[in-house]
């Protein structure tokens, strides 16, 4: 599926658009200087596909939801790579009034649920017209009709909640609202970060179905960005692993859950605790993500807390190499060391998958 | 609206009520400061040979009134006259009624404190915005220390410094009494230009001294705005710079808005050693006056407009706060 890069008008009919992410590095100006906060991200995003990005706090996952909209906060900065969109080109080079009228008409963002992404003072409706003036929005009435029909999709009382403030609002109606908010302008590319955090199990089963159903219903390109594997298990194409700032493994979800090659996934989907079966059979990674401050300058940014440790990965960064349908980024597992090991735990992955889904 | 209806109308009667316990505590202390002015004055004429009949209608004359029930008796008639808007009458000015005396005074302390505690909102509340957005640079340390240094001198050691500088050091301008008393009052531009000329150092005095208090807090309250979720998700909606500074600023001026009602209540009360140094014929100045005189009348007057006043300025902060802010309009409690 190829699409032009030729810039289309903002109103025309618009497909589902690829995005690239090559070599993209954000550094965060700190008192010991720049630190890397990611590192040589690479990164497809497939038209049309839902890519969950997993990792621990501080792994870099929010920066890169950020990147994509080119809105690394300060004291952060893209210090080098490329975001590049159909329809919109490199994300990175857009500045001033060309990125904000990306942002919102090309490019939705969700924010987690717990966060407070409404003005307190002014009802959602209000929200949305100031949401149309800034992005020339000619037909207001228009706009109001689609969010009410949004929000009515989503199984709300679309009139109600534009006439509502914040505070009226459920943790549930209000990432529905923001959902809403992302998409209203016909975004096709909708970035969602920790979508159901802090949201309650059935209310994040709903807003899941919901983000899958709009996002087959309108034909989008979708980053999920969340710390749970369930999320991602439940819903993404793609999947892609950050530990430290990299990208350490991606691939098909099915591929990435179902046969995990790099040590930090295995480790990750053997510290799920199961519903059947002994607790103690959990086993949480020893040792703790590294912060800004601690990510290794060489090597693995793994190696500190790897099982498979060795020699090379003190010294030389592994290179993302295709294994199978999967990248992965590990000089053990591109050395192929230990099948019967993965083997075992790639069958307990399953189990893990088939439990958690 | 009803729901601002029925707290306008439970504030009113809450604040009904405070007015008459206060006006009735101040009562009695004034009734207990020693030295009863008529009582001297009668003393005085009896050692001076009159009987007690002629000394007692000697002071009636001269002050119009001679006040012979008991507190109880006294309170009462104080009460239903208050109830007339009738205070009573001065004894320090015999013959003048205390509402005529508290509104030409009033005048004078009204207006000053009003224009300067406005201006220095206006110019602080801005500054506290450009403070907030350079923190990080010159402008914005100049500003912050500016407003500490400012916030922490208090206002009548300013208003000796202005003072000292303008009317002594470089007398560019002229201080005491509210105008020339060579100018023919009336509406003329010699008198209107004296009027200006003596209210600027008061002005002043208050503009500054309140200047510091509303840089700091607008400058914490807009950091702490610029630092919510919903800025940084309205900048990711693509929503233009001129609103998303309207979100900032609408949202971190709201709590100064209730220091602004606040500090206006304080407005006939507050300006006692201003008005004394600068002696300007204010509230403040008539207070003083008052006590010295044992003019109970006055003085209760006084005390009645400043309860009132304050009583008045914390309604309007909480009508004006359920109007500018959704939360508190449709929050339970009522008691916000």
Redesign the interface.
Known sequence: MVMTSVKAPATSGRRAPGVRVSGLSVVYRTPAGELPAVSGVDLELVPGSITGVVGESGSGKSTLALSLLNAVQPPGRISAGSVEIDGLGDVVRLRGEELRKARGRHIGYVFQAAQNSLNPLKTVGKQLLDLGRSHDVADLRALVRDARDLLGRMGMDGARVLDSHQHELSGGMRQRVGIMLALVLNAHLVVLDEPTTALDMITQANILRIVREVHEERGLTTLVITHDLGVVAEIADRLAVMYGGRVVEQGPTRQVLGAPRHPYTQGLLRAIPRLVGDIDEARALPGRPPTLGTIPATGCVFRERCPLRAEICATAEPRAISLGESIVACHVAEAGAGPEGRTRQAAEARKAREEHT | MTVIARRLGGHLARGLVMILVVTTISFVIIRNIPGDPLLARYEKLIEQGMSPEQAERATAVLYGFMPSGSLWEQYLDYMSGLFRLDLGQSVSMPGAQVTDVLASAAKWTVLPVLVGTLLSFLVGVTMGVYAAIRRSGKLGDVLAVSGSLLHGLPQYVLALLLSAIFTTLLPILSSGGTADIMVEPGFNAAYIGSLIEHATLPIATYALASYGGWILAMKSSVVTVLG???I??????????G?VFR?VA??AI?PLFTILALSLGLLFGGAIFIERIFNYPGLGLLLIDSITNRDYALMGGAFLLITVAIVIANIAADMLYTA????VR?GEGGAA
């Not at chain 2, 940084?232 to 710079?241: C, D, K, M, Q, V």
């Not at chain 2, 500018?324 to 939360?327: A, G, K, Q, S, W």
């Open positions: 919510d979720d919903f940084l998700a309205a900048e990711l909606r693509g929503l233009r710079r609103t979100y609408r949202n709201l500018i802010d959704p939360r449709s």
